[in-house]
C-alpha cells in the first residue's frame, strides 16, 4: 500500500523562481498537512486541509506561499518568489480525521509523513 | 500561545541503557500526545501515542502521561544503536485537529 508521496525529493532553484512542491495523500484519508523543518524552527505547521477546504493556513509565512487541494487526494505548495530564507524540508502529512477539531473532545488520528523535498534557494 | 518544549540534547546513552525523553506542553486542556522518531535525512514516523494518564507499553517503548503536571515522557528499555535518532513530541491541544510538535530531542546510543 502506497505512502504518502511527495514530489520532488531535492529541489535547487535561484532566488527569485517559482516553485511548486507536489503530494498525493495516502488512499482514503481526508486530511492533508503541510510543514516546514528547519534547525532553529523545527517543524512548523503551514496549512492544513480537511476534505480539500483549507482549515487552518495560519503558519503560511506570507502571500509568497500559497497551497491548492484540487482534488481529494493531491496538494501542491507553491512559493512565488522564492528566497533563500526559504530553503528547508517541506513534508505533507496524511490523515484521517473524521471530525474537525471543535473545542472540546478529541479529534485528531494519526499523521502519516510523506519523505519530503528538501528545497535549496540560492 | 501554544508550546511543546523538550529538551535539544544530545542525550547520551550506553546500548543496554534506559533512554528517558521528556516533553513538557503549554495548554492543559491538550488530549492527545504522540512520540515521533526522526532519523537523520528521513521523515518522522509515528511510535507511540497516548491519550490518558498513566503509562502505556510497546515492545521496549513506554510512553508516560501526567496531565496534571502537563508533562510526557517516552522511556526506551534495552537502548540499541539503532535507536540513535531525533525524537519529536507532538501535542493535540485543545480546540485544534492539528498537532503541535516540539523541535525534538536528539538520542545518541553507543555501542
Known amino acids: 500500500d502506497a505512502g504518502v508521496i511527495q514530489s520532488p525529493r531535492h529541489e535547487v532553484t535561484e532566488m527569485g523562481q517559482e516553485v511548486t512542491l507536489r503530494c498525493k495523500l495516502i488512499?482514503?484519508?481526508?486530511?492533508l498537512f503541510w510543514y516546514r523543518q528547519t534547525m532553529m524552527r523545527g517543524l512548523e505547521l503551514l496549512i492544513y486541509?480537511?476534505?480539500?477546504?483549507?482549515?487552518?493556513d495560519s503558519g503560511m509565512p506570507e502571500d509568497r506561499f500559497s497551497a491548492k487541494m484540487p482534488n481529494a487526494s493531491f496538494s501542491t505548495l507553491k512559493i512565488q518568489p522564492s528566497e533563500p530564507r526559504d530553503s528547508a524540508v517541506y513534508f505533507c502529512?496524511?490523515?484521517?480525521?473524521?471530525?474537525?477539531?471543535?473545542?472540546?473532545?478529541?479529534?485528531?488520528?494519526?499523521?502519516?509523513f510523506g519523505p519530503g523535498t528538501r528545497l535549496t534557494v540560492l | 500561545q501554544k508550546e511543546v518544549e523538550q529538551n535539544s540534547g544530545p542525550l547520551s546513552v550506553p546500548e543496554g541503557a534506559i533512554a528517558s525523553l521528556n516533553c513538557t506542553y503549554s495548554?492543559?486542556?491538550?488530549?492527545?500526545f504522540f512520540w515521533y522518531r526522526q532519523y537523520s535525512g528521513k521523515s518522522p514516523e509515528l511510535i507511540m501515542s497516548?491519550?490518558?494518564?498513566g503509562d502505556k507499553e510497546d515492545g521496549r517503548f513506554t510512553a508516560q502521561l501526567n496531565k496534571a503536571s502537563q508533562y510526557v515522557s517516552l522511556l526506551i528499555r534495552d537502548s540499541q544503536p539503532s535507536d540513535s535518532a531525533t525524537y519529536l513530541c507532538?501535542?493535540?491541544?485543545?480546540?485544534?485537529?492539528?498537532?503541535?510538535f516540539g523541535k525534538g530531542t536528539m538520542l545518541l546510543v553507543s555501542p
Open positions: 502529512a496524511s490523515s484521517l480525521i473524521l471530525r474537525v477539531g471543535t473545542s472540546g473532545g478529541p479529534s485528531t488520528d494519526t499523521q502519516y
Open positions: 495548554d492543559r486542556g491538550s488530549q492527545s
Open positions: 507532538a501535542v493535540n491541544m485543545r480546540g485544534y485537529s492539528t498537532l503541535t
Open positions: 488512499s482514503g484519508h481526508n486530511s
Open positions: 486541509f480537511n476534505n480539500n477546504v483549507p482549515i487552518d
Open positions: 497516548i491519550y490518558s494518564n
